[in-house]
Nanobody
Framework: QVQLVESGGGLVQAGDSLRLSCAAS????????MGWFRQAPGKEREFVSF????????YYADSVKGRFTASRDNAKNTVYLEMNSLKPEDTAVYYC?????????????????????WGQGTQVTVSS
């Protein structure tokens, strides 16, 4: 069964850091490209970051570029999102997702419809 489980969310103050983790079943993680998305109340789900299978290709939304870093440990079937200098506007439910389609480039990798499997999400709340 395909499974993605996010963790690491919480309530922090502006300027703080958090590291989100997304643990996947081995079957889910094998040969996958992984994305992070977020959804704030009343807003559509938006792209945050993408990381390739080898980790050598990453993409970031402009709103998080320079503050967030995606990484992965394939031996642990886990992908991470290191979030620094958090802002109140980063408050959202964060989702990890796995992609198996043939897709390259920022445009394709940033589309939610490009991803095949999704986790349940973890809440991140940043207070001012």
């Amino acid at each position: 069964q395909v499974q993605l489980v996010e963790s690491g969310g919480g309530l922090v103050q502006a300027g703080d850091s958090l590291r989100l983790s997304c643990a996947a079943s081995r079957r889910t993680f094998s040969n996958s490209r992984m994305g992070w998305f977020r959804q704030a109340p009343g807003k559509e789900r938006e792209f945050v970051s993408f990381i390739s299978w080898s980790g050598d290709i990453t993409y970031y939304a402009d709103s998080v570029k320079g503050r967030f870093t995606a990484s992965r440990d394939n031996a642990k079937n886990t992908v991470y999102l290191e979030m620094n200098s958090l802002k109140p506007e980063d408050t959202a439910v964060y989702y990890c997702a796995a992609m198996y389609i043939v897709c390259s480039g920022y445009e394709c990798s940033s589309r939610a419809s490009s991803y095949n499997y999704w986790g349940q999400g973890t809440q991140v709340t940043v207070s001012s």
